[in-house]
Structure formats: C-alpha cells, structure tokens
C-alpha cells in the first residue's frame, strides 16, 4: 500500500514531463513587424527653376479595407480576392504614408517654392487632391510584385485635371522588407508621372 504513492507521483511526473517537452516543441509566437515607405528617389528629376509659388498636398482619399495598416496581397491567380498580412503591417495607415511621400517627393524636385501638406488651400497656385484605387502585393508562385494606382485632381487657376497613375515593380525577393522597397519605387514612378504633368500647364 505505501508503493502507490509513488507510482501515482512517478506517473504525474512522467505526464508533467512529456507536457513541457511539448510546450518546448511549439513553434514562437509570431512577432508584428512594422514598415516604413523608403525616402522617395528624386535623383533623376528635378524642375530647372520653380513653376509655382506653392502647392498643396492633401491627404490621399482612402476607403474600405485599403485604409487598414495590414500590407494587403492578391494572388495573380486570383486577382478579384484581397487578403492581408496578419504580422505584417504599415508603421501608418497607407494614406498617411502616401501623403508624406508625395508631398516630399514634390518638395525635393523643386517645381514650386513652398509645398505643404495642410491649409485650406485657398492661397496655393496648385492643389493636388488624389485617392489610393490600389495598394497592395501581387503574388506569383515565385515573384512578388508591389502594385501603385493612384487617381489625381490637380486644382489650378479655376480650373481641374484627372489623371490616374499606375506603377507595378517587381521586388528583388518574396520578402516583406524587399516588397516595401518594391513600393516605395512604385510610388516613385507615380511621382514621376504626376510632376510631368504639373510641369505642363493645367488647360
């Protein structure tokens, strides 16, 4: 009768024993990682001289599921289904990001004086609203590409322009930080795009 407590105590350890081996086996807890947009490269373009006193920036226009911080991805497979990373994440919401990279870019590139991000608006030469129609990974079996689509409203004189812009650049790898890159340069031929068309007059 005295042995029984030691087999009940030699079984609760072997049991307590296989339980932590198992606990140590789980894989860890997935981390949240966070991303900044890079600087926008300006090196190729730049204005000869500044064509406006000043120009406003508004903030992009952004809806739905596009104005979550979660990096969203489309398989090239299925391009009408939208998903998003669940650890992958913008440092800001995509229009925030958007908006300080637009107006910087513009700001380097020298085709105005001034360039601010806030204000009515009433005293700028130039407005640019725009809204993100896109922005997201596009995922193939061993590519991933960054996708920019982007509809401006360029304010000037009493008069308004539309444009739509799109970028798809291809990353260097499937990683995350190699598709922010990928963004980042997207977004730069965006840029392009839209400061040769603020360098033509708004008719």
């Known amino acids: 009768m005295q042995d029984k407590p030691r087999s009940v105590g030699f079984i609760l350890l072997i049991v307590l024993s296989q339980w932590m081996l198992a606990c140590s086996s789980l894989p860890p807890v997935p981390v949240n990682r966070y991303y900044h947009l890079p600087v926008p490269d300006t090196k190729s373009v730049s204005s000869d001289k500044a064509l406006y006193k000043s120009i406003l920036v508004r903030r992009p226009v952004v809806s739905g599921i596009y104005n979550e911080r979660a990096i969203l991805n489309v398989m090239a497979t299925r391009p009408l289904e939208l998903h998003r990373y669940h650890y992958h994440m913008w440092s800001q919401a995509p229009a925030m990001l958007v ?3 637009v107006a910087r870019f513009m700001r380097v590139s020298g085709v105005a004086s001034t360039v601010s991000r806030q204000g009515s608006g009433s005293k700028a030469d130039l407005i640019i609203s725009s809204r993100i129609l896109r922005f997201e990974q596009i995922k193939l079996a061993t590519e991933s590409h960054a996708l920019v689509h982007m509809e401006f409203s360029i304010h000037s004189n009493g008069k308004t322009l ?5 970028a798809k650049v291809k ?9 922010v890159e990928a963004f980042g340069s997207a977004l730069d031929q965006v840029n392009i795009k839209l400061l040769k068309t603020l360098m033509e007059p708004v008719k």
């Open 162 to 166: 539309l444009r739509e812009y799109e």
């Open 99 to 101: 908006h300080d990279n």
């Open 171 to 179: 990353a260097a790898s499937t990683d995350i930080h190699a598709l």
